[in-house]
């Protein structure tokens, strides 16, 4: 049974003791006041500079504070990205200040949570983790991390905190997002590469649209279409694709029979350098084989792309140098890995790699800095660090290369351990997967299962709200990290994650593997290398150099050691999706892509941003939305295997025919319900956000649970 979400807060009580913690602050404050009324005196102003953390462009910025608040946020013309910020960055201030902040720490009794002072709320949390410790062991503990935490240090800490508890179980947003790519990329050429679009004549944007997701970047990337070739593969006419050279409208899920097509073309135009790449790759021979039935017409037949645009891509791909963008919209399918492959193995032969620009210093600099698979994070943590244990990470079992890519749980399973009753107790940090993550449907029925649900957050999400206590956390405006001090100071009873993480272990009985009284404190300690590659065996075999190309055999690899190792096809084979459009789900359903308003389900207590988005649009074409008798602007339903969701069509020809386009991070409208989370790829466990398949209803009432 799922759980309740709660619906009352109870207000916390003034004990006397709270008054007593509070008294020599208040004395203080009616001294400065009766002094700064006396003196008539001015608002402190001052400024102050910070990085927003609000997605992995870590735009500098500078806020103007007025007594300790915040009124203003501008971009830092001196930080990397030269003053620009996007809405968001600028709603920082509306976030940090919503009236919505968690103030306090809740705690759950039956269906009311009950504002409780922090001792109370940690001393239930160890407590209560104890006892589960110790009738079912403490790998029955997991964390799961969301989106705010990607690439921030405290991860390494959670790890830190997980393994001194006793748990191997981790697991971030890398779950769900961009892993995918750089699996595919590291299987290839041995690192994950970024496309520097400076001097480039090519740029193919594959599945992403960076004008929503990396806004910095927008500019480079449209400047492609001004100076040179700027392609768009996507199943939306999104923005950028109205200014492109060529938009390949795509049918989802087949954008590795593109490739695999395209390579042939440019092999049968001769473009492909055979002599050079059969001393620099494994495996060309058996991949030109392998492309050679995708001919113009079969592609077009598979992607719905028509032959001619193939050609004509082909073409493009022959004006050097080439580099290939590839966004979210390739991997979130059952063929995510490979799919991914094949586009880094086209990028290969189109030279991508052949010392004719920029990128290739990178990747040279990448791979022999660390001298081993350079894909494969090397965590360091203070000395002395907590035994690594022998347990396997839940996932690692089904997806091994993942694990070894990720160091880490892949949380898609979590569910699953939920329901057979290894996992009891989860606490979530900063992530919110009752709305992000695939069939939310069960995971709420998992949910419901949970000795212990803990949250740490400083809103009350729809996972806070089912929670049995909630820890209120400060924003990263509120937190010193590795590279900067905090803006503010935090709200009301907030803590940064440091101070909750390590009360959280001194509750738990492992306090001293955290003495510092800070991050930065713990980051300058002595570091010692840990939770190192082990599973992934060995790197460079046979070579006594570091060679170019960070994989096993020190060569692109086309046909992959460690995918065949695995027991997966070596070669970027493409697969359809298990589940094809049918009578009962005739569309294509592809959900999540990044709505201007949201940033997975962050930035509804924005009133400037929600002001861009009020609701959430399913994007319908004209002849889906005549045949189902929808109009624009109208309510509709899409459904799927395992859900429903109503939300208002926007009946636009931008999208592909045959699918149906909706967006992600709204509670309201929450499109991982349709998601089936059986559907995954079977290399890093990612499920088919943009495969999947539906049908679409005008809105009908659904009356009862
Ligand atoms: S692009 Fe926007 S959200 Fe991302 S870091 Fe920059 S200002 Fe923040």
Not at 520 to 543: D, I, M, N, S
Not at 580 to 603: E, K, T
Request: aromatic share 6%.
């Amino acid at each position: 049974m799922a759980r309740e979400p709660v619906k009352t807060v109870v207000r916390r009580a003034w004990t006397r003791r709270d008054a007593l913690k509070v008294a020599p602050v208040v004395a203080a404050s009616v001294g400065v006041a009766a002094v700064a009324l006396n003196r008539n005196r001015a608002p402190v102003v001052e400024q102050r500079k910070g990085t927003c953390r609000f997605c992995l462009m870590h735009c500098g910025v500078v806020a103007t504070l007025h007594d300790g608040r915040i009124e203003k946020v501008e971009g830092d013309l001196q930080s990397k990205t030269r003053g620009f910020i996007c809405e968001h960055g600028f709603a920082l201030r509306e976030l940090v200040h919503s009236g919505e902040r968690l103030k306090h720490p809740l705690v759950r009794r039956g269906d009311t949570f009950h504002e409780v002072g922090w001792d109370e709320a940690l001393r239930e949390i160890g407590t209560r983790l104890a006892a589960l410790k110790a009738t079912h062991g403490a790998q029955t503990l997991a964390l799961q991390t969301g989106w705010p935490m990607v690439r921030h240090p405290l991860v390494g800490f959670l790890h830190r905190f997980a393994r001194a508890f006793g748990t191997p179980h981790v697991a971030t947003v890398a779950s769900l997002c961009e892993s995918t790519v750089r699996m595919g990329q590291g299987l290839t050429v041995g690192t994950k590469y970024a496309a520097d679009v400076r001097g480039l004549k090519t740029l193919v944007v594959w599945g992403g649209n960076p004008g929503v997701t990396s806004p910095p970047m927008l500019h480079l990337i449209a400047d492609k279409a001004r100076t040179g070739n700027l392609v768009v593969v996507d199943p939306v006419k999104t923005h950028l694709a109205r200014s492109a050279s060529l938009h390949l409208s795509i049918r989802p899920g087949t954008d590795g029979a593109l490739a695999l097509g395209l390579i042939r073309l440019l092999d049968e135009r001769a473009l492909v350098d055979r002599a050079v790449l059969e001393a620099q790759s494994r495996g060309l021979a058996e991949l030109l084989a392998l492309c050679a039935p995708y001919t113009p017409e079969r592609v077009a037949e598979l992607t719905s792309v028509p032959a001619e645009s193939v050609r004509r891509l082909a073409g493009l791909l022959a004006e050097r140098p080439v580099a290939i963008w590839q966004g979210l919209g390739v991997e979130h399918h059952e063929n995510g890995v490979q799919t991914t492959r094949a586009i880094s193995a086209l990028e290969v032969v189109c030279g991508r790699f052949d010392g004719s620009h920029e990128p290739k210093s990178e990747l040279t600099r990448a791979t022999s800095a660390q001298g081993v698979l350079p894909s494969l994070p090397r965590m360091h943590t203070p000395t002395p660090a907590p035994p690594e244990g022998t347990v396997t990470p839940l996932g690692g079992d089904r997806f091994p290369l993942y694990e070894a890519w990720n160091r880490e749980a892949q949380a898609g399973v979590f569910p699953q351990a939920i329901e057979q009753g290894s996992l009891r107790a989860l606490v979530l940090w900063a992530s919110n997967p009752l709305v992000t993550s695939p069939d939310t449907v069960r995971l709420e029925q998992a949910f419901g299962k949970l000795d212990l649900l803990v949250v740490v957050d400083p809103f009350l999400t729809a996972s806070a709200r089912v929670a049995d206590v909630v820890l209120p956390a400060g924003t990263f405006a509120e937190s010193a990290d590795d590279e900067v001090e905090p803006l503010v100071a935090p709200q009301g009873e907030a803590r940064t994650d440091w101070a909750i993480l390590r009360g959280l272990a001194v509750a738990c009985g492992v306090g001293s593997f955290f003495p510092w009284d800070s991050l930065q404190q713990a980051l300058a300690a002595p570091q010692t290398e840990w939770l190192t590659a082990a599973r992934v065996q060995p790197t460079f075999e046979g070579l006594t150099e570091t060679p170019r190309f960070g994989t096993v055999t020190g060569k692109v690899e086309f046909a992959s050691t460690l995918l065949e190792r695995a027991g997966h096809d070596a070669l970027p084979v493409w697969k359809p999706p298990t589940s094809a459009p049918s009578p009962d789900f005739p569309l294509w359903l592809v959900s999540g892509p990044r709505p201007r308003s949201r940033i997975n389900s962050q930035f509804s207590q924005s009133p400037t941003v929600m002001s861009r988005m009020r609701e959430p649009e399913a994007l319908v074409h004209p002849t889906v939305a005549a045949k189902v008798g929808v109009t624009d602007g109208a309510l509709v339903d899409v459904v799927s295997a395992v859900g429903r969701i109503s939300l208002r069509a926007r009946v636009t020809d931008d999208v592909h025919p045959e699918c149906v386009v909706v967006p992600s991070g709204w509670e309201s409208a929450n499109c991982n319900r349709l998601i089936e989370a059986s559907r995954v790829d079977p290399v890093s466990g990612f499920p088919a956000f943009r495969s999947g398949t539906c049908r679409l209803e005008p809105h009908r009432a659904v009356s009862g649970p």
